[in-house]
């Protein structure tokens, strides 16, 4: 089935230190891919969104993610995490256009902690 | 400014009672979604609406319905034949061509 997959559930990281948020998914040609931020109790903020064109892309925040058509990934980054980036992150895909009515599929998330 | 605006954000429903959730945008988008969010299973889509008058099922529709009479509304009933209903729903919204979907800041729907 085709799929959008976040393979880490929860994550912890110290804060300074480095952050990468795994994303794949299972399309036969390039999805739109984008990663999503959400604090506890709120909506969704988009971090960055890619369609085509540079496959590393800038976000908000200081992320940013790089899509690796080899291995089907879109990867979120981030050199120096900070104590507010404590969140859930999805992962999302917009499938390759057909008759779905662009409909977003979300990965499960990965709930990020920072200790200090 | 622009945004969606989700109301109420608690809402409590009783037993056999059918609930309506407010979803409001003033992005001048077309489409708009309804999402349920449960811990552990990200977002699953429940409707879609690409222009007014028009709806699609999503995923999990069954106890479920919607209306589209206006482009800034789309409002979702939970009805009494959605047996467990307890969730966090989102509504987001969009422009034609896959852009990015804007997101309310959801409805924390429970059982009394």
């Known amino acids: 089935a085709q799929s959008v997959t976040q393979p880490d559930i929860h994550i912890t990281v110290s804060e300074g230190a480095s952050l990468e948020l795994r994303c794949n998914y299972s399309?036969?040609?390039?999805?739109?891919l984008f990663w999503y931020v959400q604090s506890p109790g709120q909506g969704l903020q988009l971090l960055l969104k890619?369609?085509?064109?540079?496959?590393l892309v800038q976000g908000i925040k200081g992320f940013e993610a790089e899509f690796k058509r080899s291995q089907s990934s879109f990867n979120l980054r981030k050199p120096s995490v900070h104590w507010s980036d404590a969140a859930e992150y999805f992962c999302?895909?917009?499938?390759?256009?057909?008759?779905?009515?662009?409909?977003?599929?979300f990965g499960t998330g990965t709930s990020l902690t920072v200790i200090p | 400014d622009g945004g969606i605006t989700q109301s109420p954000k608690y809402l409590f429903r009783k037993e056999g009672q059918n609930v309506t959730l407010s979803c409001e945008q003033n992005?001048?988008?077309?489409?708009m979604y309804w999402y349920r969010q449960d811990p552990g299973q990200g977002l699953r889509l429940i409707y879609y609406?690409?222009?007014?008058?028009?709806?699609q099922k999503g995923d999990i529709a069954e106890g479920y319905s919607v209306s589209r009479e206006k482009k800034e509304s789309f409002p979702l009933t939970v009805t009494s034949a959605q047996k467990n209903p307890t969730a966090f729903y989102l509504c987001?919204?969009?422009?034609?061509?896959?852009?990015?979907?804007?997101f309310g800041d959801g409805t924390r729907l429970s059982i009394l």
């Open positions: 987001a919204s969009s422009n034609q061509g896959s852009t990015a979907q804007h």
């Open positions: 399309y036969g040609a390039t999805p739109y």
């Open positions: 609406s690409q222009i007014v008058n028009d709806f």
């Open positions: 999302a895909v917009v499938p390759p256009p057909s008759n779905t009515g662009n409909q977003f599929y």
């Open positions: 890619y369609f085509s064109g540079d496959t």
């Open positions: 992005l001048n988008h077309d489409a």
